[in-house]
């Protein structure tokens, strides 16, 4: 997940107003050499629910954290009983028009890159290639002890094996695949160890309180540093993760287009933010483009 000492944000300063033309972040992309940053609100039109949202998870949940994950066997019976109740519909979330417009301009060669806060590996069921992950991925587990490396599915079948009959109803799902679920429902879920240490398993994915690894941020910033323009898709950037690479390219002069409904902590470093749905927006730009945005080519 990530070092998210900031879980939420107020604007406190006049910011320039949305638009609801996308022609700016057409203009961009039909120049090349865009780079994607992408945040929890190009998932949404999948099923998964943003943080900072109208309705968004941080309104009734505070996200687990890495201190509090690796102190406690408690809390990580917590977790793991919500995660994996949560992965059984977060897993099998499909990629929107969003996702499908990205992997198009990708295709045809209007992209410098993609780097996305999501965990949720829509970007490449979509068809993208090379998507940065910049918080890493719920669909992979490693051990704190060994590091060993596994498939989320495999920990799944262990997890469902270990906890017969476990199906409580869920209050809701949050972004990173978890679901809100009492204590009394996680009762004495059975958390499994890694298969070839014995060890503690952590999801794959930077928690909250925790670093991004310093070579993954690096290769960000190269990607930046080579990019024309950057677009934002759907982060309110409330997080430095994000905001920093959009502070680079403002500082290198790359233009800045957003396109989030909501006000973000990078409107005054944007040239336009483009207060529109992600699909509707990115389909349109698409069509504006003469780009076929309908799905990844057949194989």
């Not at 080579?226 to 898709?233: D, I, K, N």
Request: proline share 7%.
């Amino acid at each position: 997940m990530r070092m998210r000492p900031t879980l939420s944000w107020t604007p406190t300063e006049d910011l320039p107003p949305g638009i609801t033309d996308p022609e700016p972040v057409a203009e961009a992309l039909a120049a090349g050499g865009v780079l994607v940053v992408s945040g929890a609100g190009l998932s949404t039109e999948s099923g998964i629910p943003d943080y900072r949202g109208k309705g968004g998870s941080l309104s009734r949940h505070t996200p687990m954290t890495y201190q509090d994950f690796t102190a406690s066997a408690r809390a990580r019976r917590r977790y793991w009983a919500r995660s994996h109740l949560g992965w059984r519909t977060f897993g099998r979330a499909l990629p929107n028009a969003g996702h499908l417009a990205v992997a198009a301009f990708a295709r045809h060669g209007r992209l410098a890159g993609v780097i996305t806060q999501n965990v949720d590996g829509l970007h490449q069921a979509a068809g993208s290639e090379g998507v940065v992950e910049l918080h890493g991925s719920l669909a992979r587990v490693v051990c704190l002890s060994c590091g060993a490396v596994s498939p989320r599915g495999e920990l799944a079948r262990r997890m469902e094996e270990a906890n017969a009959g476990f199906a409580p109803v869920a209050a809701a799902m949050n972004p990173d695949g978890d679901a809100d679920l009492t204590d009394e429902q996680v009762g004495d879920f059975r958390v499994v160890p890694c298969a070839a240490c014995g060890g503690v398993l952590k999801p794959d994915v930077v928690f909250f309180g925790e670093s991004v690894p310093p070579g993954r941020v690096g290769h960000c910033r190269d990607l930046v540093g080579g990019a024309t323009s950057l677009l934002v898709l759907g982060s309110s950037l409330t997080v430095m993760s994000g905001l920093r690479f959009v502070r680079q390219a403002a500082e290198a002069g790359k233009p800045v287009l957003i396109v989030n409904q909501d006000p973000t902590r990078g409107d005054r470093h944007a040239v336009a933010r483009v207060a529109l749905p992600l699909g509707r927006a990115l389909t349109t730009v698409a069509e504006m483009l003469g780009i076929p945005a309908d799905g990844p080519p057949a194989d």
